[in-house]
């Protein structure tokens, strides 16, 4: 194998640099000793100082949205400010906030003179999107148009809603010639497509409730009857403290007009002068409602950790890697703390090995080239949740990241490999990328000799791994990922997933192999292709 020190004459002998290989890999401007020596600062000591502390039982088992996790995001931040880490995330601080809630309804009814009428049938109403409250009885509606508010064309002008129900028809007023008077286009605006804009707009006017004629209700009710029967916890964007929308329900067009009887003449009239002129009148509609909107909340609320390393080539800064391991782990089961060593307090602490090294780097010079995001995620053990915020919530843009090295469990030894713990399972670093396949292999072979086991790589793994880490949320975004991993074990999910039980010279050797992975993927010419089609 030609040596990168002798590409690097030659190339500065003939004033060019370009991409070149060195074996399997593209060469780059550092030379292999110089890698080792960074790599070499991922010690057993220092692993051993930060995982005591991560799996302490004072971390309470560090269960997302628990005191015992914001403990660990409260360490973990720390540790990236002493290594003088700019602040990057929220409110200038090493935090993403990441939301997630579960919602139901307890009771869920609406009575028109006395009769109840038929939820997801006749009339449609969204736990997530209304606040918990009891029964409200209704004597008037106030018909307001499309409960629009804009420059171009307002329902809310003059009028005072404050304390009132309204009703008001999806979309935006067209006029003649199909021209809309929002846009003022034949083509509609923002209006027709947000009702989370009107939602807010009528919160901010005081507004109780808003009802909505939907002539799609059979087609929109779908992802209403979904999140009524679905338990999962779903992404969210504000906490139930935070809600700035009114209550609202949809109804069937068949409904809307039962409910306002005589006055429906009224508000077709004052419809159609709306759209002719293209200025708003409101009805009021007497009605008998009672409206009961009681419902469950479960929040989960936790932290993603961010540390940042700027690359220092001014073009490839703008790219990024992403290095990453969950810190979260089950908690505590009466008086027993799960602390979590291996699962996954070794891959938070080999990430913050790393994080130093790099930091090294740059200190003396030496890149990376590309900027390198050390992302600590809680969650993880709630169904992925913290990566699957950031996939959704990018700190960096998706299409600049280039890759996700995900560490998951590095501290045992399964059963598989008792006698020679020297390995590492290695998934899906071919899934998406043969480069990234190739990069790890040659990282291995040049710098640490494990053995790699593909086993669980295989499309037609009954465990299914690849699709059980963070890696994943990064891989379905076409992102290439690769995820280590060292097995289950007999203390897997258990009390006695300790600190006594690492293996802490694995957990270094295993720590340097991702380290040179992430050091070519940072520091080579071109960024690795994504070239497996499935």
């Known amino acids: 194998m030609i040596r990168t020190t002798l590409l690097l004459a030659v190339a500065l002998f003939s004033g060019s640099l370009f991409s070149q290989m060195t074996g399997p890999v593209q060469s780059l401007k550092t030379t292999p000793d110089q890698a080792r020596e960074l790599a070499s600062t991922i010690t057993v000591e220092d692993m051993e100082r930060h995982l005591y502390i991560l799996a302490d039982d004072d971390m309470e088992g560090r269960e997302t949205g628990e005191p015992g996790q914001k403990r660990a995001a409260e360490y973990l931040a720390k540790q990236f400010a002493g290594l003088g880490l700019p602040a990057i995330g929220e409110n200038n601080g090493y935090y993403q906030r990441i939301l997630f809630t579960r919602q139901k309804w307890d009771n869920i009814e609406l009575k028109l003179n006395g009769e109840p009428l038929r939820h997801l049938w006749e009339y449609a109403s969204a736990p997530s999107q209304n606040t918990d409250r009891g029964t409200t009885r209704i004597t008037e509606l106030t018909f307001l148009g499309y409960g629009i508010d804009d420059e171009a064309y307002s329902d809310y002008e003059g009028k005072d809603v404050s304390g009132k129900h309204i009703l008001i028809f999806a979309g935006e007023p067209v006029g003649k010639k199909g021209i809309y008077h929002v846009s003022g286009k034949d083509t509609i605006s923002d209006w027709s497509n947000n009702n989370e804009r009107k939602l807010q707009i009528a919160k901010e006017k005081g507004v109780e409730t808003v009802f909505i004629i939907d002539p799609d209700f059979k087609t929109n009710v779908r992802n209403i009857r979904q999140e009524t029967l679905d338990g999962r916890m779903r992404m969210a964007e504000q906490s139930e403290a935070e809600r700035n929308t009114a209550n609202v329900v949809y109804l069937t067009p068949q409904l809307a007009r039962k409910m306002m009887g005589k006055a429906g003449k009224k508000v077709i009239k004052a419809r159609k002068k709306m759209e002719k002129s293209g200025r708003s009148k409101s009805v009021t509609v007497p009605v008998n409602l009672e409206l009961t909107q009681a419902k469950a909340v479960k929040e989960l609320i936790g932290e993603n950790v961010l540390g940042f390393v700027e690359g220092s080539d001014p073009v490839l800064k703008d790219e990024v890697l992403v290095v990453s391991a969950h810190y979260d782990h089950i908690g505590k089961r009466g008086d027993n703390v799960f602390n979590g060593a291996d699962d996954n307090g070794s891959g938070t602490t080999t990430v913050l090995e790393i994080a130093e090294a790099f930091v090294t780097a740059k200190k003396q010079g030496l890149g990376p080239r590309r900027s390198v995001l050390f992302l600590l995620v809680s969650g993880e053990e ?60 040659h990282a291995n072979k040049e710098y640490t000799q494990l053995e790699l086991d593909y086993t669980y790589n295989a499309e037609d793994d009954p465990n299914r791994y690849y699709y059980r880490s963070d890696h994943y949320n990064f891989a379905v975004k076409g992102i290439p990922s690769v995820f280590y991993f060292n097995g289950t074990h007999a203390d897997y999910h258990q009390a006695t997933d300790t600190v006594d039980k690492i293996n802490f010279e694995k957990m270094e050797k295993i720590g340097r192999l991702v380290f040179h992975t992430a050091w070519q993927l940072a520091n080579q010419d071109r960024r690795i292709e994504v070239d497996v089609k499935k």
């Open 382 to 441: 709630k169904g992925l949740l913290g990566s699957e915020y950031y996939a959704s919530h990018p700190v960096f843009p998706l299409d600049k990241t280039i890759a996700d090295i995900n560490v998951d469990m590095v501290g045992r030894v399964d059963d598989e490999h008792a006698d020679n713990p020297e390995y590492i399972y290695v998934i899906g670093s071919d899934r998406l990328s043969s480069e990234l396949h190739l990069i790890n292999e």
